[in-house]
T-cell receptor, first 114, second 111 residues
Framework: SAVISQKPSRDICQRGTSLTIQCQVD?????MFWYRQQPGQSLTLIAT?????????ESGFVIDKFPISRPNLTFSTLTVSNMSPEDSSIYLC???????????FGPGTRLTVT | GNSVTQMEGPVTLSEEAFLTINCTYT??????LFWYVQYPGEGLQLLLK?????DKGSNKGFEATYRKETTSFHLEKGSVQVSDSAVYFC??????????FGAGTRLFVKA
């Protein structure tokens, strides 16, 4: 298993500004994932972050809007840039662990853009 | 591509009622199947899993059986409690890094 913490847990931001979300894992992992969960919706994968390489973004998400850093095997950040109200969501960090590909999630960052 | 379809919510039940949340999947190969639960204000957590046909995953009174012939993994609980109120996500992974999640089913349990 893996224990994941995220900071901040929530924030209210002005449109046009940027917010960086931190994700810390209690063990070394190869892949970390960033998801967005809009109110009442399922999870949408934003990108996969491997240590030492560029993040891989899913269709509809771009690096300029959601830059990701992965400086080591236990830490990653996601920045939401030039925010608009449409970016109001819960952002979740996740890792795969175990032989059966179960995922472990952080508690999420609840972002409101005004 | 792989996909997961689960019953739409919300599902509203009285305490001690029987719960079924339907889930069907399409996948190539031999996927692992999962149910995740998201309590209010929290991230997702793994509830149970099954990795091969006819396996039964169970946890906290919840059960789901991997039915390859019907490509289903329905979640059941014999007697729900108010504390089971949450959103439940069915998911599949065929051994790669990408997990496919269903849309989620919100469960409300009334006292």
């Amino acid at each position: 298993s893996a224990v994941i913490s995220q900071k901040p847990s929530r924030d209210i931001c002005q449109r046009g500004t940027s917010l960086t979300i931190q994700c810390q894992v209690d063990s070394q992992v190869t892949m970390m994932f960033w998801y967005r969960q809009q109110p009442g919706q399922s999870l949408t994968l934003i990108a996969t972050a491997n240590q030492g390489s560029e993040a891989t973004y899913e269709s509809g998400f771009v690096i300029d809007k959601f830059p990701i850093s992965r400086p080591n095997l236990t830490f990653s950040t996601l920045t939401v840039s030039n925010m608009s109200p449409e970016d109001s969501s819960i952002y979740l960090c996740s890792v795969l662990s175990g032989l059966d590909y179960e995922q472990y999630f952080g508690p999420g960052t609840r972002l409101t853009v005004t | 591509g792989n996909s997961v379809t689960q019953m739409e919510g919300p599902v509203t039940l009285s305490e001690e009622a029987f719960l079924t949340i339907n889930c069907t999947y399409t996948a190539t190969g031999y996927p692992s199947l999962f149910w995740y639960v998201q309590y209010p204000g929290e991230g997702l957590q793994l509830l149970l899993k099954a990795t091969k046909a006819d396996d039964k995953g169970s946890n906290k009174g919840f059960e789901a059986t991997y039915r390859k012939e019907t490509t289903s993994f329905h979640l059941e609980k014999g007697s729900v409690q108010v504390s089971d109120s949450a959103v439940y996500f069915c998911a599949t992974n065929t051994g790669g890094f990408k997990t496919i999640f269903g849309a989620g089913t919100r469960l409300f349990v009334k006292a």
